[in-house]
């Protein structure tokens, strides 16, 4: 397994491939929901935990909500669509502010996750891949020019 991330060049929306087949296979709805579940018991505990709820009965509808749009990224039935109308992540993210940084958070918290699960290594490694690309798209904060802002202001 290869957990590398690669660096987002901001504004570059990279061309991504969804999971293979085998993933959910593999998985199952329910391998995806626990996985699911145990990842965002993570993040409200990590860096980015101030982006989500802290109560857990809001938690709990975050996990049974955002869990149907992998099912359905990774080939199976289109939950996430039906409930919401459409399939787009760039409009869902552009109210929160992240950066590479977050990015690298959240991905952090899935490779945790990902390393406790038992199926071959080619189907975890296509979710990661699909991850680790898709995840560029939520960029929307460019932590450089933020620097330079900042260097501005200051001179
Ligand atoms: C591969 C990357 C990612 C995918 C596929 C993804 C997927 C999703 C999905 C499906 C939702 C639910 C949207 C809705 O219908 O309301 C969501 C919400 C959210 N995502 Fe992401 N996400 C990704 C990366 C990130 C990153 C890097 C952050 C960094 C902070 C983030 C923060 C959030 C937050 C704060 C919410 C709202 C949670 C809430 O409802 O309170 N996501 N994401």
Redesign the pocket.
């Known amino acids: 397994m290869d957990f590398t991330i690669t660096k987002t060049n901001f504004g570059e929306k990279p061309e991504f491939e969804y999971p293979k087949p085998l993933f959910l296979e593999e998985m199952g709805e329910e391998g995806l929901k626990k996985l699911f579940s145990d990842f965002y018991d993570l993040v409200v505990e990590s860096d980015?935990g101030n982006?989500?709820?802290q109560n857990e009965e809001e938690l709990e509808k975050?996990k049974a909500?955002?869990v149907k749009?992998?099912i359905e990224a990774c080939g199976g039935e289109k939950h996430?669509s039906k409930a919401?109308g459409h399939f787009d992540?760039l409009k869902?993210?552009k109210q929160?502010s992240?950066t590479e940084k977050?990015?690298r958070e959240?991905l952090g918290c899935m490779e945790e996750v990902l390393r406790k699960v038992n199926i071959s290594p080619e189907a975890k490694q296509s979710f990661w891949n699909f991850?680790e690309t898709?995840?560029k798209h939520?960029v929307n904060v460019d932590e450089r020019q933020e620097l330079e802002d900042l260097v501005v202001k200051k001179g």
């Open positions: 980015i982006f989500f709820p975050v909500h955002n749009f992998f996430y919401v992540m869902t993210h929160f992240i977050a990015r959240w991850l898709f995840s939520t």
